[in-house]
């Protein structure tokens, strides 16, 4: 079965920093990734999709992420944080290209020090 | 992307009874997902709301519980039933775009039953 594993559940970066969220997948055939932004009492905002071509995709806000496909990852990463990046950060795959069903991550929690 | 109107945003109800909860996409949409976000979870999916024909929910949904209709392209309702404080929850609305690649996600429905 399809599933995503984000093994920090927790990060705390200092603002100005860089930053790296993992995301490891679990998919038989060429995966459809994304990952999403949740602010506090908001819904959820794509930040970057991956389909294929390109492995460095880049999104909104600064972000970018690298599909893996020898490591079955799709790490998103931003250069330096900012305290508005404080959010719950959601890796997601497609379970079946046909169903379109999002396939969500446990989500890592990012704390921003000042 | 699909711009999406969902409402109610939040409704605190009292056990044993129903919530509504109407999800308005500014487009034609070829497929419309319904998912439950549980205090400090992530997401689960409850069921695909199929355009003209009955949902298809996922395991450990049943329609008695959350019935759903799809009347058209554009609009879905998801209804939580005989409700107990258990399905305190952050209800999200979810489509995919015309093109097949624009999963945008409704701002959700924060609900807590007392």
């Known amino acids: 079965a399809q599933s995503v594993t984000q093994p920090d559940i927790h990060i705390t970066v200092s603002e100005g920093a860089s930053l790296e969220l993992r995301c490891n997948y679990s998919?038989?055939?060429?995966?459809?990734l994304f990952w999403y932004v949740q602010s506090p009492g908001q819904g959820l905002q794509l930040l970057l999709k991956y389909f294929s071509g390109d492995t460095l995709v880049q999104g909104i806000k600064g972000f970018e992420a690298e599909f893996k496909r020898s490591q079955s990852s799709f790490n998103l990463r931003k250069p330096s944080v900012h305290w508005s990046d404080a959010a719950e950060y959601f890796c997601?795959?497609?379970?079946?290209?046909?169903?379109?069903?999002?396939?969500f991550g446990q989500g890592t929690t990012l704390q921003v020090k000042p | 992307s699909a711009v999406i109107s969902q409402k109610p945003s939040r409704d605190i109800c009292q056990r044993g009874t129903s919530l509504t909860i109407q999800c308005q996409v500014d487009?034609?949409?070829?497929?419309m997902f319904w998912y439950r976000q549980q205090p400090g979870q992530s997401l689960t999916l409850i069921a695909t709301a199929n355009q003209g024909s009955e949902a298809t929910y996922e395991s450990g949904f049943v329609i008695d519980k959350f019935p759903i209709s799809r009347p058209n392209l554009t609009f879905s309702t998801l209804t939580v039933s005989n409700m107990s404080p258990e399905d305190s929850s952050i209800y999200l609305c979810s489509v995919v775009g015309g093109q097949g690649y624009g999963y945008t996600f409704g701002s959700g429905t924060r609900l807590t039953v007392v």
């Open positions: 998919y038989g055939a060429t995966p459809y």
């Open positions: 487009s034609q949409v070829t497929m």
């Open positions: 997601a795959v497609i379970g079946s290209s046909n169903t379109g069903k999002l396939i």
